[in-house]
């Protein structure tokens, strides 16, 4: 089945830097790559993703590339705020008939004043 | 997103005991997902539903049972054979489709055992 890793763990960065966090998949077979943030105790809410179709997809601050020959793709937040600290999880699909998504393990991100 | 709802916020396990978490959503999605998220661990797939009357065992799906009677109700019960039940559970929906859409969330409930 589908293997994602996702890297770094955790990641501390000063207001107005750049983050960036990292995900390789297994399934070669894979086109759907939804990027998730969770904050602490609530829901996961989607922020962005990206079709195999197209290699990056931007929006605002918030941008994610994806390199089908390499199977990875990045989530890249600019101009960080403090409102960014939060756990983002990146996902794929099945690539597949059916729907299912496997998830990373997460990476807690923490924006300093 | 509040076409979603999940109940109760949260749930005690005696031991022994089976407890049944409930997800109702009002999206007319057509696909619906259960998720444990245990520190550290991310969001592992217990069981999903593309359609009514029809589930998959996702990749943790011992101790776990799901009904899917009603396109809109996709119920999860946690057996007494789930011997760590602790964690907290998310329930998703999505529209279906030839290709993967966007899964949307409830607020999850937290199961503890007493």
């Known amino acids: 089945g589908e293997n994602v890793e996702q890297h770094p763990s955790t990641l501390s960065v000063q207001e107005g830097d750049s983050a960036v966090i990292k995900c390789t998949y297994s399934?070669?077979?894979?086109?759907?790559f939804p990027w998730y943030k969770q904050e602490l105790g609530k829901r996961p809410q989607l922020i962005i993703d990206i079709r195999s179709n197209v290699g990056e997809k931007k929006d605002q601050r918030i941008a994610v590339t994806l390199n089908k020959t390499a199977k990875h793709f990045s989530l890249h937040i600019t101009e960080t705020q403090p409102e960014d600290s939060a756990v983002y999880f990146c996902a794929a699909d099945s690539g597949g008939s059916n729907y299912k998504l496997t998830f990373g393990k997460g990476t807690l991100l923490t924006v300093n004043p | 997103d509040g076409g979603i709802t999940q109940s109760p916020k949260y749930l005690f396990r005696k031991e022994g005991q089976n407890v049944t978490l409930s997800c109702e959503q009002n999206l007319n999605h057509d696909a619906m997902y259960w998720y444990r998220q245990d520190p550290g661990q991310g969001l592992r797939l217990i069981y999903y539903s593309q359609i009514v009357n029809d589930f998959q065992k996702g990749d943790i799906a011992e101790g776990y049972s799901v009904s899917r009677e009603k396109k809109e109700s996709f119920p999860l019960t946690v057996t007494s054979a789930q011997k760590n039940p602790t964690a907290f559970y998310l329930c998703a929906s999505s529209y279906g489709g030839r290709s993967n859409q966007p899964q949307h969330f409830g607020d999850g409930t937290r199961l503890s055992i007493l």
């Open positions: 399934d070669s077979a894979s086109n759907y």
